[in-house]
């Protein structure tokens, strides 16, 4: 009986609690970040522009008395120009107790995935580093690119000096 009580501990351990991921578009391509890292969402509105800063770096705006950095996600991974529009939104982002925004082409919707539909990532060359990718996941008939959104948020070459270490 204890082997059994055993078994029945490590399928409980197996089907750990779903995943809730935010999916957004950049290009013809579909994105998905930790639902837990979204603060809000927001129309994309004119920012002021931060002289020197990459171009990824859209600016930074005004969000309630809190300057926020605006990255613009279309332009660091290298997808094109971005074009902005009724669609474009920003997704403002809690990280480590810093908020920062991400542009984005469009959101879709929340999609709760449990670890077994995470696939690894394979190994080929992409404009996004693979430490920044947690991995993907078919859905019908898309595939959903799963980013490590705080990894990325807090690489070196974002150049943000976030509050304290995460």
């Keep these: 009986m204890s082997n059994d009580n055993a078994s029945q501990a490590r399928v409980a351990d197996n089907h ?15 994105y998905g970040i930790d639902i837990q890292r979204v603060q809000e969402l927001r129309g994309y509105e004119a920012v002021t522009r931060i002289a020197n800063a990459p171009d990824f770096m ?65 190994e080929i060359g ?18 959903l690119i799963l980013i490590d959104i705080q990894k990325l948020m807090s690489s070196e070459d974002m150049g943000l000096q976030l509050s304290h270490a995460i």
């Design 16 to 30: 750990q609690a779903p995943l809730e991921f935010l999916s957004f578009t950049l290009g013809n391509e579909e």
């Design 58 to 122: 859209k600016g930074v705006m005004n969000l309630r008395g809190v300057i926020v950095p605006i990255i613009d996600l279309r332009m660091k991974f290298s997808l094109g120009t971005a074009v902005y529009d009724q669609f474009t939104v920003v997704v403002i982002l809690n990280i480590a107790g810093q908020t920062m925004g991400i542009v984005v082409d469009s959101v879709s919707d929340v999609i709760t995935l449990t670890q077994d539909q995470i696939k690894p990532t394979p």
């Design 126 to 143: 992409s404009t996004i580093e693979s430490d920044f990718l947690i991995g993907l996941a078919p859905l019908e008939e898309r595939m």
